[in-house]
């Protein structure tokens, strides 16, 4: 079976896994919890099949690298971090609550690289500039960020959903008294926000690294470098915001809106302007 | 004179103060990346107002990165920075130092899902049990009687809350190496031909810069894939000092070279501008002889006294192919005329060209006869070479960067106190923890703690 093919399969996996998220939160009950948990551990597993898989192919066409290198590979491997993350957090706090928001993301991206109509799913070779021993750590660790940031825009959206609607009436039976906790939603942003941080911190610097080798610069103000450190900045405001200031609910959850909105920016938005990084677009 | 009085020490000592220049530093970024950079300043400028345009040029709107503005956003936030460090320091001191007891008011009032109640036990068998178990999960214990029991404090994690300033001195250290490498380095650029040798390198925006040395490139390489594609670009250089060749390497893309200090790197290529013809002629008592000439170039026909100059090089002319324009200057007499590569399928188009068009005859100037073999391209490599003393220190901070985030975040201050009450009827064993980071993980780990407890306590 190709990967093409085990990626749509996954897909689906990953929406079945949504919906049984969704059961969980409207009927109430742990064994669709457990349902949905299954299938996302699975598309998890055939994903990560499907991405050696491609890897493998790549050795095969005589141009191997690591499936990374394009817009179709990273969307594929950020629903993939994203769906990892998630499962770890899962597991690390013994709540399934935030899997209804989380994993939705992972199967639009999956979606999205199926029926776009400009992203290229062929494995080509990789131009000079990209053959570094930095591009597998560089990618992975923006998009171990990427996904942590992606968690914690899930929960800022749940938390502002749950906030408004709790605000406004006292009723707190029905479909809203069954979102997860508010301050367990908190926890969640902070926790994902500072670990997405660590990693972005972390991608900006091997990012910077292999610039160094490859431009002869470790900092050149080319667009993505210069929404980068945007994004970073936005959650050091974040995380400062809270433990100094004492920001809490709410306006966490704002930022953590506005934090993600960075970050698609970051990796998609600056393909529209002129810079070194450019070459992703093709 | 106290620190609190001082205007300037309270101003730069407010964390308001760094999320706005933070959120200022955002806006000043997102412009710069939305607005053409690095552009010419007279474009811009034209059609702005003169009070407009001055403005413009003040805040040098075209090189955001490099504006005064930005210079003082990034000054008053290292002021900031090392202000708010050294007013916290103080603070943080005494968290690092802080004595386990007495433990904190009333940090057991609110923990009744933390109690355990035991049947009455032998309290010293207990003690020495909570006391493992704490030295096993958080190190050094120590306790204390008090009136109300035993209490017991662990803690891990001291040296976290430190992390906090190797961050912030991180970037402190990191805006020097910036610093450092935009006064003391350069950032050049070089084009050089296949076989040609440079001493000299164009900065931007400064002219040229010698260099103590000479660069040759030996040979110019690229190679593409089956689809098109580049697959590699390879400068052969030698790096010639006082004459002598005293380090060749192979540059390519990501593999820098660095020679004294300066590193070199492959950045574009080229074909030369002037193409090169190689020609070949016959006639007179010479046997055929062959020459590789630039436009302009001449040479001294041998057995004869004329001179032949390449007036034209032309790759492709009147849709006939590559040809040559050549000036015999002879004693006797000037000629001019064309020398086509494909002479032959020329002649054979058009019989009796060569009669009606003398200057399409290559064999004019007689009893010589001129061909062209081929016209010869070469590559020029395109080096950026860079000096930048800076990147050392900002690799430094880097790390130190990385490093405390990695105490702020995995090494949190945990620290928990047990107290053992002993009442009439039972015992009553209670578990209390603080951190300032991460309440949740620290609640989840007494509630392991707990239960622990618990299954020792029944065996």
Redesign the interface.
Known sequence: MSHTMILSIVTFVYFTSFVFYLFRMILGREFWGRLAMIFAWSGLALQTAALILRWKASYDLG?GHVPLTNLYESLIFFAWAIVFFYLIIEWR?GNRAAGVCVVPVAFLIMAYTSIAPDINNRI??L???L??NWLTTHVVTCFMGYAAFTVAFGCGLLYLLKNQIAGKSENTTGFFSRLPALNLLE?LI??SA??G??FI??GI?TG???A????????S?D?KE??S??TW??Y??ML??R???GWHGQRLAIISLVGFASVLFTYLG?NY??GLHTYIQS | MSKKANPLWSFFSSVKLTIILLILIVILFIAASFLPQYGDARQYVQGLSPAAAAVFLFLRINDLYHSPLFYLLLGMLSVNLIICSINRFYFSWQQFQALPFPEPAGIFDNSSPNSIAIANQDIKSLSSLIEAFLEKKFGCVKNKNTENGIIFSAGRGRFSVFGVYIVHTSILIMIAGGLAGSLFGFKADVNIREGETTDTVYIAGRGMQKLEFAVRCDKFTVEFYDNGAPKTYRSDLSFIREGKVDYQGALLVNHPLTYSDIRFYQSSYGLAPDTKAVLTYTGGREKKASVVLAGGDSFVLRGNNATVQVLRVEEDIMSMGPAVKLRVSSPRKNYEFWVFQHIEEIKKANPGLLSQVPMFNPGLFQPYLFSLERLEQEYFTGLHVVRDPGTAIVALGGILMVIGLFIIYYLPQQRVWVRLESTAQNTVITIAGRTRRNQAALDRRITELQLHLKENLRA
């Open positions: 141009i706090i080509e070779p131009i000079p500039a053959q570094s926890s902070y926790q500072a670990l941080f660590v911190t972390i610097m910077s690294i292999w160094h080798y490859a431009w002869g610069s470790y900092w103000w667009p210069t929404w450190l945007i900045l936005i050091a405001i400062h915001v433990y100094v200031a600056v302007l002129p």
